[in-house]
């Protein structure tokens, strides 16, 4: 009888730009101030992507071209490659499409997924059923979000919350039970009025109107935002832990996307979990959407011990959430 296959993460990749935008810089753009920005969110600095031309593609790339370098693989030995962003670098082609081309990953296949914050989190778990299909034994997932590109930065609301970044992970065939034993993933259309882009889309396409009306950078109503994300991240994590039998106690690491330290402090509470479990970097990078969760896992990955229970946890715009429990396999 064979073992049921499950997707365990082989390897981990990271990209941050150099720019740094502090809260000190921020101040002198918009009515805030350090001390305001550090309170309410946690974060201090954030990267920026500069350079003309440049795109999520290519911050994305680079997580690519490490994987390859760590695992001393050929770019032809990738069967597949999901792109988390909402910031793709155009409608079509689809991020994963340049990505592979510009890595030379020519026996590859793949796609975008669009899910705002949670976006790794669903493409994790989407990556993850195509090696346990027993169809792919190389699949790269990334999250990547250039999120400089659609944040108006007179809008003190949004513009001091993001950041661009990018990091994925390699996904293989596991036998052990090592990777991915678990995840629940949730959406909610009725979040949308709260957490979205109005224009740019089939609804409303670029026109004069749209541009002169800042319709092209993402809207966040934050008090609502931040309510839904506290009790969705809390609820799903403990459900999760609750449906597998598990305690704070078993859990290594509490990997949660990185939006505001006050909704993470309240799902480690929820989870029973002292705060020296949980990674947070959300100071220096704040808000890289899809690739804050992955961002982590490459910070971290020396301290990762092999067998380690983590839980992976987002919130999204729109909105989507969810959790996810894998065991590291390394």
């Known amino acids: 009888m064979s073992q049921k296959i499950t997707a365990a993460i082989t390897a981990v990749g990271g990209y941050v730009p150099e720019d740094k935008l502090t809260n000190f810089d921020l ?38 071209l490490q994987i390859l370098e760590k695992k001393n693989l050929s770019p032809l030995d990738i069967d597949a490659v999901i792109v988390g962003t909402v910031t793709p670098d155009m ?47 190389k699949v790269i997932v990334i999250g990547a979000d250039k999120m400089s590109s659609i944040i108006d930065y007179n809008d003190r609301a949004t513009c001091i919350i993001f950041g661009d970044g990018a990091a994925g992970v390699l996904l293989e065939p596991n036998e052990e039970g090592y990777g991915m034993n678990d995840t629940i993933l949730k959406s909610d259309g009725s979040g949308e009025p709260y957490l979205h882009m109005k224009a740019g889309g089939s609804r409303r396409p670029a026109s004069m109107e749209t541009v002169a009306n800042k319709e092209h950078y993402a809207y966040q109503e934050g ?5 839904a994300a506290v009790k969705g991240m809390a609820d799903v994590s403990a459900e999760l832990l609750e449906r ?18 006050r909704i993470i402090d309240a799902t480690a509470d929820r ?21 804050t969760i992955p ?9 990762l011990k092999k067998g380690d229970n983590i839980v992976l946890a987002a919130f999204g715009g729109g909105f989507t959430w969810g959790a996810t429990w894998i065991k590291w396999a390394y």
């Open 27 to 64: 101040e002198k753009m918009v009515e805030t101030n350090d001390e305001w920005i550090r309170t309410r969110t946690g974060i201090e600095e954030r990267r920026i992507l500069k350079g003309e031309g440049k795109g999520t593609s290519d911050m994305a790339v680079q997580v690519v």
């Open 91 to 137: 409608m079509f082609p689809s991020t994963a499409n340049l990505v592979c081309h510009k890595a030379g990953l020519k026996n590859a296949w793949g796609f975008d997924l669009l899910a705002a914050c949670s976006g790794f989190l669903y493409s994790f778990s989407t990556g993850a059923a195509l090696i346990e299909s027993g169809r792919y034994k």
């Open 223 to 227: 008090q609502t935002v931040f309510k």
């Open 244 to 261: 597998n039998n598990l305690t704070g106690e078993d859990i290594a690491w509490l990997v949660p996307h990185q939006a505001n330290k």
């Open 271 to 291: 989870m029973g979990l002292s705060h020296d479990k949980v990674m947070l970097n959300i100071m220096r990078y704040g808000n890289t959407t899809a690739a």
């Open 295 to 303: 961002l982590c896992l490459w910070e971290w990955e020396k301290q």
